[in-house]
């Protein structure tokens, strides 16, 4: 069974300092990775993942992720947040074949001027 | 395309009342899934379903039941409400289950049992 942790519950940033979001992962199989973001009172909806390939992701606003093996983990990182950037980003995984989506417990980004 | 939709946004419930939370898509997905959603909890797994007539329990899905008669819809169905549901609910569907395939969320729907 796959499980992620998000060990932040919440990270305080200044519009355009940089930031990163930490996400840790435990799998035995081989996994896909995701970070979904949630603005206030919207569903989620998919920032970025990681197939295979190339080990840095990008989304089409700024953010990246970085999946590292070895370190099981899969980081969110920007380097220069936007005050609409506030939300919580949740990490989730996924194993290869008839798998779940298991999600992690969120971090809340809050960015103020 | 409307994508996934959810009704109501919002309600209360009294102890041992009954409801049905609907959830639409009109991507011709597959496969959909109902979660829940509790403060520093993240998304647990209610029920998920692989097609017409076929569902299957998450990790959660005591105290709820789904049924899945058309591609389109998904309701889910409390039958006796007790304050341990008070969440938010979430729908989703996807094309695919295995891989990768992103899962296309709807608002969700802020449930209150007193």
């Known amino acids: 069974a796959q499980s992620v942790t998000q060990l932040d519950s919440q990270v305080p940033v200044f519009e355009e300092a940089p930031v990163e979001l930490r996400c840790n992962y435990s799998?035995?199989?081989?996994?896909?990775l995701f970070w979904y973001v949630q603005y206030p009172n919207q569903g989620l909806q998919l920032l970025l993942k990681?197939?295979?390939?190339?080990?840095l992701v990008e989304s089409i606003n700024g953010f990246e992720a970085e999946f590292n093996k070895s370190q099981t983990s899969f980081h969110l990182r920007k380097p220069s947040v936007h005050i609409s950037d506030t939300a919580e980003y949740f990490c989730?995984?996924?194993?290869?074949?008839?798998?779940?989506?298991?999600f992690g417990t969120g971090t809340r980004l809050l960015v103020s001027p | 395309n409307a994508g996934v939709t959810q009704t109501p946004k919002f309600r209360i419930l009294k102890i041992g009342q009954s409801m049905t939370l609907q959830c639409t898509q009109d991507?011709?997905?597959?496969?959909m899934y109902w979660y829940r959603q509790d403060p520093g909890m993240g998304l647990k797994l209610i029920y998920y379903?692989?097609?017409?007539?076929?569902?299957d329990k998450g990790e959660v899905p005591n105290g709820y039941n789904v049924s899945r008669s058309t591609t389109e819809d998904f309701p889910l169905r409390l039958e006796l409400a007790a304050p341990s549901q008070t969440s938010v609910y979430f729908c989703?569907?996807?094309?695919?289950?295995?891989?990768?395939?992103?899962?296309?969320f709807g608002p969700g729907t802020r449930l209150t049992v007193l």
């Open positions: 989703a569907s996807s094309q695919d289950f295995g891989g990768a395939d992103t899962q296309y």
């Open positions: 379903s692989v097609g017409a007539g076929i569902t």
């Open positions: 991507m011709n997905h597959n496969y």
């Open positions: 799998s035995s199989v081989s996994v896909y």
């Open positions: 989730a995984v996924k194993g290869e074949g008839f798998q779940k989506l298991v």
């Open positions: 990681y197939l295979s390939g190339s080990t």
